[in-house]
């Protein structure tokens, strides 16, 4: 267990989703502008169109600027953002997967370099040279994605690893496969997109030519993209289409991403097939932003129907330890917690709380909590998923008998802890959250 790091009125998981949705754009478009780049130089050399190697200047330095300033940093954000909002999930993932980590890295390394070297050595080396330099790059870009994609799998789908605790058992995971060519074929699209941006910035020779591969690029990698999602939903657990299904925020982001893709697909085709007067900077950071709401509502989808678990089968969205690990040697929190309690066990409690009195009890309810909820909701009215808007009008015995009592039926995680401490955490959001009339001591410490 960890100290507690908290966000008011936005939340902890909204700081990640907003870093990690934003990270997509330019870590796709550095994985996938290679590939088109290394398509484009070969019918620029196969041609004798140098317009096109001039493009492709322009096009390696705003990767550079784009990807490799603000990709750096939004991917920095990631990982310290997400190990103070869950240090548990993010210990876990670094001791299962410390050597895929490091192997991606390598590769990540290898990435920094070529781009440099392919960026400061145009006409100063052979063309043969210069294409294995991008072919380079290009493979080592997307190998970093083959590799960051099992581990994202894993957390949504960790298969056979919850019995064996092997590597490649949670790598190569149900959803690996959809996953990895679903990304794949989006990073294709979004190469396109920003491609498209780049291509209003020129004035004259290559532009009309980069709009049609890039819209081609794009329509390809989107119509493939929406089929390997096909495939990728049919892998679900059967509680994650039901958290999709049923959750009305999950379903409603499923529908934007839908409309968006639809919309991409139309920029597109008339990229590729129409006149260029689509072809402007505005136009391009436009479709741009729009791409990137596509992409949040997809991520939105991926991140709660897993819900109620970080890593599902084995860790709560809170960092309890919800099952058995036996390949691990690890044991459930949640018997334990019931039994002895939830402050009694946890490091990072004063020690005037761990036993819940008549004079404590609030402030023991609010550590309880936080601990328990703030994961994935806020305390304060009017934030981002408050617990003081959802329980509105009901008391403390309301908030347990309709909520705390219910959580194991929902796609939260159940309440674990005794039954006094479940009654001062429901004191606590119906007199402090909600603003309630106090609640009686005796029904808090003794349940009269």
């Known amino acids: 267990m960890y100290p507690l790091f908290e966000i008011p009125s936005v939340g902890g998981p909204m700081l990640i989703a907003s870093i990690a949705t934003f990270h997509i754009l330019p870590s796709h478009v550095a994985t996938g502008a290679f590939w088109m780049a290394y398509f484009i130089e070969r ?3 196969n041609e004798n169109r140098p ?3 001039e493009f492709l200047k322009r096009f390696t330095l705003s990767i550079l600027i784009f990807c490799f300033v603000t ?18 999930a993010i210990s876990g993932l670094i001791h299962n997967y410390v050597w895929g980590w490091a192997t991606e890295w390598v590769f990540f390394i290898i990435e920094i370099v070529t781009i440099y070297v392919y960026f400061y050595t145009f006409g100063k080396v052979s063309n043969k040279t210069h294409l294995r330099i991008g072919l380079l790059y290009a493979l080592a870009a997307w190998i970093s994605m083959v590799i960051i994609t099992g581990i994202l799998g894993f957390m949504m789908t960790p298969g056979k690893w919850l019995t064996t605790g092997g590597f490649f058992d949670g790598f190569f995971n149900e959803t690996y496969w959809p996953q990895l060519f679903t990304r794949t074929s989006m990073m294709f699209a979004i190469a396109g997109a920003y491609a498209a941006v780049v291509a209003g910035t020129l004035k004259d020779g290559g532009r009309d030519t980069i709009r049609k591969i890039a819209g081609r690029w794009g329509l390809g990698g989107i119509i493939a993209g929406a089929l390997f999602t096909l495939w990728y939903y049919t892998k679900l657990p059967a509680n994650a289409l039901e ?13 934007v991403s839908l409309v ?13 097939f129409g006149k260029g007067g689509f072809v402007s900077p505005v136009v391009g950071i436009l479709m741009m932003v729009v791409l990137f709401a596509g992409i949040g509502g997809g991520e939105s989808v991926r991140e709660i129907a897993r819900r109620p678990y970080l890593i599902p089968g084995y860790m709560y969205s809170n960092q309890i330890i919800g099952h058995d690990m036996a390949a691990k040697g690890v044991s459930s929190e949640v018997e334990k917690f019931n039994s002895e309690g939830l402050l009694t066990n946890y490091p990072f409690i004063p020690e ?14 609010e550590v309880i909590t936080k ?3 703030v994961a994935c909701h806020t305390m304060e009215a009017g934030g981002r998923n408050s617990l003081a808007d959802l329980e509105a009008g009901l008391t403390a015995a309301g908030i347990v008998t309709d909520i705390l009592d219910d959580l194991a039926s929902s796609y939260m995680p159940p309440f674990v802890g005794t039954e006094i401490e479940k009654r001062a955490a429901a004191a606590y959001m119906s007199d402090i959250l909600l603003g309630g009339e106090a609640t009686d001591a005796d029904w808090v410490v003794n349940g009269d």
């Open 43 to 45: 019918k620029s050399i």
């Open 51 to 53: 317009e096109l190697m």
């Open 71 to 88: 990709g750096s940093l939004t991917g920095v954000g990631i990982w310290y953002s997400a190990t103070v909002i869950s240090p548990r």
């Open 243 to 255: 958290n999709i299904q049923q959750i009305a925020y999950t379903s409603m982001m499923l529908k």
């Open 260 to 272: 968006i893709g639809v919309v991409m697909a139309l920029y597109f085709l008339l990229l590729a």
């Open 352 to 365: 005037d709380l761990r036993v819940i009195t008549a004079d404590n009890y609030l402030k023991a309810g």
């Open 371 to 373: 601990l328990e909820c």
